[in-house]
């Protein structure tokens, strides 16, 4: 006995100590929410960039802000007092509202760095021919209705060269509507700005003071009066209410589920220690759960956390099956030593199923496989070695008198279902191939744990501001930034015949923005010398009805030009066009990526067959943004499902080893397959399109399911203990739906669709387990005794 | 003292008939339609000799203009609710947004907000003062923008009853553009 008790102790310290690392370790843990952590780890060279747009872009840098609810007026006002307030500060890469502060950076820029900026700068455009041509438009231009903006540049510009640059920045000039120069929604009801944040996307502290700084300087700016509000969204402000919204889910998830399990178990046990002591492994288990995550991952995603509420429902069982099977006169560790096979094959079954998703090469989904590994293993580790040490020596529980005669009479009348239960599955299966792959959603944004309402949100902002959704990108790189600008460069005559062929209405390079030291170098070796420029500009300018003196400014600017110093990345500090350049120019690994984002793209499939038979389009990359998404959805979707059926075909083997009986794994395995088939189709029914995450439900219905039907397959040595088990795996079952079922009412979709799954899979489970249960002798002798 | 006060306040209305811009703008309100012929004449700084030209203006209510300049060679200008379409004779275009542009904003709703008899648009973008009479009528406008002001200095357009007949810019460098309209019988 002295043995036992020291190993007890020992056991106890362990735990306690075990406790505390991992308390240690979770606390340290930071909680991510960003969709990047459900991308996969090692993806294709597109995948990858995707992945990095998502992670830390410049898209995901963006917040897009809208002022609404007062006068259009007043609107524009504030608009300028944000913005003004916001630029400068550390935070705040670019505030952009239309305003013309950046334009007139931008406009500077363009206008002082044109002859190194325009494509049409070459030798023979300075010619007396050249400059003749030059001028003659220009007589046009001054008589044509937009003269009267355009003609104060000619002076200094003869050759238009600004046009041509600020013609490329304009694009189909999709921009937002303005008023009172600020940008504005067409109907006036709201003033809009976009906020680009110098943390990325994936740091979500920085995120969390950048919207904190935002609401702040609204708050500063609106003052006391005034009736205007602010509305925010975007990749930041997304990562961040989702974040708060996982974590607030996630909390009262698991108080509520505590409650309710807490009370189930009280009134089951009528004793607080019972409780307490049952809870144990649950908790400990989801702690280590954790632990075991950000060990091994660096951070935990929001989802895993939320999902340790759902492992409350499972790991709680196993001291309900110690508890509620200990007889009055026999104490707890004969009782586990009788279950312990039991529980055994259950636990294995759990984490074959789950160890096929640590396989998994999307980072979240081998989470949440560690982590439910981690927590049963450790559960059940507890449940074996620290609870009988807690225990009382002479504990027992009462006979659930109320519950038992009740269950047994369930129990033995449910096999009359088995012919309705065969044609419902039958049926389910059949809807199930009617639907064929629909019932899958196909789309990455499933995986969103963006609430709809906000999505909607999002959409309608990005609407107003013309933002466009980058569908088609030509992506090539280099190893260092001008060498990916020359790339960029070599494309353009490929992009300027694809746009005359109408098969791209236009396309932006980050080479348009800054050209490369080459490209600069040519420009300027192709402008004349003072003498030359004014002998061909006099020829040019004869029989013409310039005044004389007339272009005194343009020789004066070339002169400049051609000593300037080339442009480099530094030159647009202070632009807005530093913010798209470093949105199409992004360091990718060791090298350069540079995007050129491809506007009005009919017929995708012409485009990508030109390009590929384009050798100046060679080593290029056509990336078509939404279909990659998807499909990288979709490959991940394969994946899982995949690992499910392996992990399916794993547990049918395991359990097959472990009872080396055929009737006794058909047993075993029916209600399972049976529960898995019925759920799916009960989901579909009720308008839910399936997701990976229902996959993982489905999942955890079979780990938790495997031990309904293993404890009922299981030859009871009494009648009594028969009442016993079938009591336990009762009350087991309420606790999991409860768990899960709390995390059904959660709003963030993916909480939801587990929550439903296990909920509706793990009851189905339990049903159909008594249902095709075999009559077992013991049970069927002794009807009549107690 | 009263009564000076009372005087001065009198004497600048026009005497005979009493009108404002809301009675004109009514007018402009009930037209649904219309076209005419202009001749256009720039005096351009840098030039030694002004630019003719010449062609047509449409307008639908409520907020199409349309101005096409047949010689010396074909262009047009198009304005159709925001959207500002530019056409060179070699059939390029070139669209803009109207309001993200002030200078061009202020030059194109100096007529169309007229043409549509629209009070509040006028109102908010020049300074209206108008004189004559309602058959002879002269409207300057200066932009309130301090934006526009620096293209545009001011725009006068005169006109009898719900017609125009000449609208005259006059822009901060010194240059001006004429343009006299005869309405197309219609």
Redesign the interface.
Known sequence: MTAAVRRGGWAIALWLAGLIACGLLVARTPVTADLSAFLPRSPSATQQLLVDQLRDGVVSRLILVAIEGDEPDRLTDLSRALAARLRGNPLVAAVEN?E?TAHGADGAYLWSNRYLLSPAVTPDRFTAEGLREALQND??L????????L??A??ADPTAEILRLT?RM?G??T???????VW?S?DGSRALLLVQTTAPGFDMDAQQQTLDLVRGAFDEARAATGSAQLVMTGPAVFSVQTRDRIEADARRSSIIATVLVAGVLLLVYRSLRALVLSLLPAATGALAGVAAVGLSFGTVHGITLGFGVTLLGESVDYAIYLFTQTQPGSPARRTLLRIWPTLLLGVATSVVGFGTMLFSSFSGLAQLGLFSITGLVVALAVTRWVLPSLLPQDYSTERPARLAPLLTTLTSAAPALRLPLVAVTLLSLAWLAYQGATVWSAELSSLSPVAEADQRLDEALRRDLGAPDAGHLLVTGAPTVDGALAAAERLSASLEALARDHLIAGYDSPALVLPSQEAQRARQAALPSPDQLRTALTKALQDL???AG?FAPFLTDIENARSQPLLTPASLDGTSLKLKFDSLLVRTGTGWTAMLPLRGVADPQALSIRLAGDPAAKGAILLNLKEESDSLYRTYRQEALTLAVLGAIAITMLLAAALRSVRSLVAAVMPLAAAVVITMALLTVLGQTLSIFHLVGLLLVVGVGSNYSLLFERPEPSAALRERTVASVAIANLCTVIGFGTLAFSGIPVLHGIGMTVAIGAFLSLAFAAVLSRRHPAAAEVPCHG | MAALLLSSVATPAPAAESWGLEDLFARFAKIAASSARFTET?E??????P?E?SGTLTYRRPDFLE?R?LQ??L?G?RLEG?RLT?T??DGAS????V??????QT?VESIRATLRGDVPTIMRFYEVALEGTLQDWRMQLTPR?E?ARR??QRIVIAGRGAVIRRIE?L?A?G?R?IMTIQPDPA
């Open positions: 239309g013309r007589l046009r001054l008589q044509s209705p937009a003269g009267m903006a003609k104060q000619l002076p013609d304009l189909d000039a921009g937002p509507a303005s008023r009172n120069g504005m067409a009805p310039f005044r007339a | 720039r351009i700084g840098m030039l030694t000799a630019l030209s101005k300049t010396p060679q262009e200008l925001d530019l060179q004779a070139r669209t803009l947004s309001s993200a542009m002030p200078e061009i030059y923008a934006e293209t545009v810019v822009q460098d240059d553009s």
